[in-house]
């Protein structure tokens, strides 16, 4: 079992900046795939970013290549989304989720652990 606690949201303008974090419990993080989910009101759930165990291979949407960085530190078993230049349409509730296993997947349905969720507010 792992559980999962994201923090770092919050309400930013246009342009800005923010950092999520994600800090799992148990000895066995390093052996899970991280990602980050994002779901905006009256949308479905779609991935942001996704990364492998060791970190050697990351997946970005489209939507948020060249803005947004992913990564982990399986010493302190916590991952991170660092999001840079961000736009009123990044607005959504941001989800860390965990999936035992590889590789990194873009559907929701494979990943066994999610997080609480924390907001995610850019004003115009």
């Known amino acids: 079992q792992v559980q999962l606690v994201e923090s770092g949201g919050g309400l930013v303008q ?3 900046s923010l950092r999520l974090s994600c800090a799992a419990s148990g000895r066995t993080f390093r052996w899970y795939v991280m ?10 759930r779609e991935i942001v970013a996704g990364i492998s165990w ?14 947004f960085t992913i990564s982990r530190d399986n010493a302190k078993n916590t991952a991170y989304l660092q999001m840079n230049s961000l ?3 990044d607005t ?7 999936r035992l296993g590889q590789p990194v997947v873009v559907s929701s349905d494979r990943y066994d652990f999610w997080g609480q969720g924390t907001q995610v507010t850019v004003s115009s």
Do not use: H, I
Not at 35 to 44: D, I, L, S, T, Y
């Open 35 to 44: 990602a980050w989910f994002r779901q905006a009101p009256g949308k479905e």
């Open 54 to 67: 060791s970190g050697d291979s990351t997946y970005y949407a489209d939507s948020v290549k060249g803005r």
């Open 87 to 89: 736009k009123p349409e």
């Open 14 to 16: 246009s342009g800005g």
């Open 92 to 98: 959504a509730v941001y989800f860390c989720a965990a």
